[in-house]
């Protein structure tokens, strides 16, 4: 493996000047496909890739000092009107020159609430938009959200909140919120912006109330502030109890980033499941649209079409990854498609004007008898092109032969007849865990050879539930490691789950335990697949092994014929050949990177940028450090 310091050995190598350029205006990407069509930096000269610059922001905690909760990078900034924007855990917004990494400006919320519940700060990007008939002061804008619900308005050029916006530059999310508790009700990804239309999702914690708040999908005129519709996630037919004069509680809501059609006036958003998430005996049809593909008409919020890619979802296997837009020769016959990815490592081909598959979906049978009180579907939808990514079955391991001899032993007095097992009293096995398969990363697509590239992580839990009066009784804390408690408050139940791992502390998984694979969309076929990152920074020397590692995060390809990716536990930025699944060139970090890289070069006279966050995660320390690379002088 090439580390970092080979990357300096060829300096006096002249950076060539050549082929497109292109910004990084969203999110994702155009398309949401992770996707560049920049080949500056190509498989013939990644080895001289070089850090270029840095930016600290300092808005780092540990979650012990001070009233901040622990705190994680994850963001991928957007690079759009000359210059590149990022939002911080601590709510933040700085931007930056693209080629240098010198500050622009930085806006300070002065967030409110600053505690962080059970989940680490994350502010995962902002969004821009331009008044295309202005060019008054704020008519180029980035929006975004705080912790304490509150969209804001910034203009793009100076960093000031703009004043026709809302009051003072901000609107409210929590009008008409039922149950809106301080920092459990909040976006975590940037919004949809669509024909002056901002389009905001929300996180809602999981597992801890069936009154949790809901999970209403809200628009906002980009110019004034006005809320111009919403949709709340409800079947056509629900009757709401007398006593809700808000949005219904409970309903499934859309924390990971939405996805913006402008050809046909559509988002697509991605759901996730109603609460308690663990427990559904008591929905009453409240799930609908739960663990769903929603396409909603972006100027009245009316539902297009919606697909269901888990049916009762009672595995919090929530639809965590943004809908990604594709039309490609050779794939469904050229038909423009969404890709849906899930944590499954299930990937549904949709038609973007219907929803309905591309390739087929099967209706298969699935474990049943679950916990009394509990409805499960008797089937879930099953792809056949993609084949399935990840295993439907636990292959049990561990570091070291009796090690998983442990496991073994461990994994018998639990529920384990694959995919799908419902949770249950004496504890059932879930592979993939909540975790994923596929999380928020995402997958990258490249739409001229019709790949996608994905990263897996194998992790499996244990989810148990507890009679209420057994619950109430214990009456655990919140949270926890390694045992989670959850108290679904209002359910028959509350819920313990656990990670499933070895005496040495590793997953109870055969290795590898996180993965990076090649996907032939054509064909549905894994091209290639290998491990993805190293024991390092997880386990003590000599315990550092190419194991794969479970990961978080994304990835993005290049027409230079490289997929770029950090993910992993270890502290190192990578670069692979797409082709092959070789790894070329990496980089060690400050911290774990887990979030999507991007790609970027202004002009004919400029670099090819290559650009990750590098802020850490649960299982390494806090991070601040924004990275781009590019080749040398």
């Given at each position: 493996?090439?580390?970092?310091a080979?990357?300096?050995?060829?300096s006096s190598?002249?950076?060539?000047?050549?082929?497109?350029?292109?910004?990084?205006?969203?999110?994702?990407?155009?398309?949401?496909?992770h996707?560049?069509?920049?080949?500056?930096?190509?498989?013939?000269?990644?080895?001289?890739?070089?850090?270029?610059?840095?930016?600290?922001?300092?808005?780092?905690?540990?979650?012990?000092?001070?009233?901040w909760g622990?705190?994680?990078l994850?963001?991928?900034?957007?690079v759009?009107?000359?210059?590149?924007?990022?939002?911080?855990?601590?709510?933040?917004?700085?931007s930056?020159d693209?080629?240098?990494?010198s500050?622009?400006?930085?806006?300070?919320?002065?967030?409110k609430?600053k505690?962080?519940?059970l989940?680490p700060?994350?502010?995962r990007?902002?969004?821009?938009?331009?008044?295309?008939?202005s060019?008054?002061?704020?008519?180029?804008?980035i929006?975004?959200?705080?912790?304490d619900?509150?969209?804001?308005?910034?203009?793009?050029?100076?960093?000031?909140?703009?004043?026709?916006?809302g009051?003072?530059?901000?609107?409210?999310?929590?009008?008409?919120?039922?149950?809106?508790a301080?920092?459990?009700?909040?976006?975590?990804?940037?919004?949809?912006i669509?024909n002056?239309?901002?389009?905001?999702?929300?996180l809602?914690?999981?597992?801890?109330?069936?009154?949790?708040?809901?999970?209403?999908?809200?628009?906002?005129?980009?110019?004034t502030?006005?809320?111009?519709w919403?949709?709340?996630?409800?079947?056509?037919?629900f009757?709401?109890?007398?006593?809700?004069?808000?949005?219904?509680?409970?309903t499934p809501?859309?924390?990971?980033?939405?996805?913006a059609?402008?050809?046909r006036?559509?988002?697509?958003?991605?759901m996730?499941?109603?609460?308690p998430?663990?427990?559904?005996?008591?929905?009453?049809?409240?799930?609908?649209y739960?663990?769903?593909?929603v396409a909603?008409?972006a100027?009245?919020?009316?539902?297009?079409?919606?697909?269901?890619?888990?049916?009762?979802?009672?595995?919090?296997?929530?639809?965590?990854?943004?809908?990604?837009?594709f039309?490609?020769?050779g794939v469904?016959?050229?038909?423009?498609?969404?890709l849906?990815?899930?944590?499954?490592?299930?990937v549904?081909?949709?038609?973007?004007?219907?929803?309905?598959?591309?390739y087929?979906?099967?209706e298969?049978?699935?474990p049943?008898?679950g916990?009394?009180?509990?409805?499960?579907s008797?089937?879930?939808?099953?792809?056949?092109h993609p084949?399935p990514?990840?295993?439907h079955q636990?292959e049990?391991?561990?570091?070291?032969?009796?090690?998983?001899?442990?496991?073994k032993?461990?994994?018998?007095?639990?529920?384990?007849e694959?995919i799908?097992?419902p949770?249950?009293l004496q504890?059932?096995?879930?592979?993939?865990?909540?975790?994923?398969?596929?999380?928020?990363?995402?997958?990258?697509?490249?739409?001229?050879?019709?790949?996608?590239?994905?990263?897996?992580?194998?992790?499996?839990?244990?989810?148990q539930?507890?009679?209420?009066?057994?619950?109430?009784e214990?009456?655990?804390?919140?949270?926890?490691?390694p045992?989670?408690?959850?108290?679904?408050k209002?359910s028959?139940?509350?819920?313990?789950?656990?990670?499933?791992?070895?005496?040495?502390?590793?997953?109870?998984?055969?290795?590898?335990?996180?993965?990076?694979?090649?996907?032939?969309?054509?064909?549905?076929q894994?091209?290639?697949?290998?491990?993805?990152?190293?024991?390092?920074?997880?386990a003590?020397?000599?315990?550092?092994?190419?194991?794969?590692?479970?990961?978080?995060?994304?990835?993005?390809?290049t027409?230079?014929?490289?997929?770029?990716?950090?993910?992993?536990?270890?502290?190192?930025?990578?670069?692979f050949?797409?082709?092959?699944?070789?790894?070329?060139?990496?980089?060690?970090?400050?911290?774990?990177?887990n979030a999507?890289?991007?790609?970027?070069?202004?002009?004919?006279?400029?670099?090819q940028?290559?650009?990750?966050?590098?802020?850490?995660?649960?299982?390494s320390?806090?991070?601040?450090?924004?990275?781009?690379?590019?080749?040398?002088?």
């Amino acid at each position: 493996m090439l580390l970092a310091a080979c990357t300096q050995q060829s300096s006096s190598l002249p950076v060539s000047y050549t082929g497109a350029t292109a910004n990084w205006p969203s999110y994702g990407g155009q398309k949401a496909q992770h996707y560049s069509a920049l080949d500056q930096i190509n498989r013939e000269n990644i080895q001289q890739l070089e850090l270029a610059w840095t930016h600290n922001s300092g808005d780092i905690s540990n979650g012990i000092d001070g009233d901040w909760g622990r705190s994680t990078l994850q963001v991928t900034p957007i690079v759009t009107n000359g210059s590149l924007y990022y939002c911080t855990p601590f709510g933040r917004v700085f931007s930056l020159d693209p080629e240098t990494g010198s500050e622009r400006w930085v806006y300070d919320p002065q967030v409110k609430n600053k505690r962080s519940g059970l989940y680490p700060l994350a502010c995962r990007g902002v969004s821009y938009w331009q008044d295309k008939d202005s060019t008054a002061s704020c008519s180029k804008r980035i929006f975004y959200a705080t912790r304490d619900a509150e969209v804001i308005a910034l203009d793009a050029d100076t960093g000031e909140p703009c004043e026709s916006f809302g009051s003072a530059g901000r609107v409210s999310l929590q009008v008409d919120i039922t149950n809106p508790a301080a920092q459990k009700f909040y976006p975590t990804s940037p919004p949809a912006i669509i024909n002056d239309t901002v389009i905001f999702g929300t996180l809602v914690p999981d597992n801890e109330t069936v009154n949790a708040a809901s999970g209403v999908i809200q628009a906002f005129d980009a110019y004034t502030g006005e809320r111009r519709w919403v949709w709340e996630p409800l079947p056509d037919d629900f009757q709401k109890p007398d006593n809700i004069s808000g949005f219904m509680p409970g309903t499934p809501n859309a924390w990971a980033p939405i996805t913006a059609d402008e050809e046909r006036g559509l988002v697509y958003v991605p759901m996730g499941n109603p609460s308690p998430d663990l427990y559904g005996g008591e929905r009453n049809g409240i799930d609908y649209y739960g663990s769903s593909t929603v396409a909603l008409n972006a100027e009245t919020g009316t539902v297009a079409w919606h697909f269901q890619a888990v049916h009762h979802d009672v595995w919090d296997y929530d639809i965590a990854s943004q809908p990604q837009l594709f039309q490609i020769d050779g794939v469904a016959n050229g038909k423009a498609g969404v890709l849906q990815a899930t944590k499954m490592g299930h990937v549904f081909l949709l038609d973007r004007d219907t929803g309905k598959p591309l390739y087929p979906v099967e209706e298969r049978p699935v474990p049943q008898d679950g916990v009394a009180g509990e409805q499960l579907s008797p089937t879930q939808p099953f792809p056949t092109h993609p084949v399935p990514l990840h295993p439907h079955q636990l292959e049990i391991g561990g570091m070291i032969g009796f090690d998983a001899a442990r496991c073994k032993k461990d994994v018998e007095q639990f529920r384990n007849e694959g995919i799908f097992t419902p949770p249950s009293l004496q504890g059932s096995v879930a592979y993939p865990a909540t975790l994923g398969g596929i999380n928020w990363g995402a997958t990258a697509i490249d739409p001229v050879n019709g790949m996608m590239y994905v990263n897996q992580m194998h992790y499996a839990m244990v989810v148990q539930l507890i009679p209420r009066a057994e619950y109430d009784e214990l009456n655990p804390p919140t949270g926890g490691y390694p045992d989670e408690f959850y108290p679904m408050k209002g359910s028959a139940y509350g819920a313990k789950r656990t990670g499933l791992m070895s005496f040495l502390g590793s997953p109870c998984v055969k290795k590898p335990w996180g993965t990076l694979s090649a996907v032939n969309l054509k064909s549905g076929q894994i091209e290639w697949k290998i491990p993805l990152g190293t024991t390092r920074d997880l386990a003590p020397w000599p315990l550092w092994f190419n194991s794969g590692t479970p990961n978080m995060g994304g990835a993005v390809v290049t027409a230079g014929k490289l997929l770029f990716i950090g993910a992993t536990t270890d502290h190192f930025f990578r670069a692979f050949d797409v082709s092959t699944g070789e790894e070329v060139w990496r980089h060690r970090t400050p911290t774990s990177a887990n979030a999507t890289p991007l790609s970027y070069r202004l002009r004919e006279s400029s670099k090819q940028y290559v650009v990750v966050a590098a802020g850490g995660h649960g299982w390494s320390d806090p991070g601040d450090s924004i990275m781009a690379f590019a080749l040398p002088d």
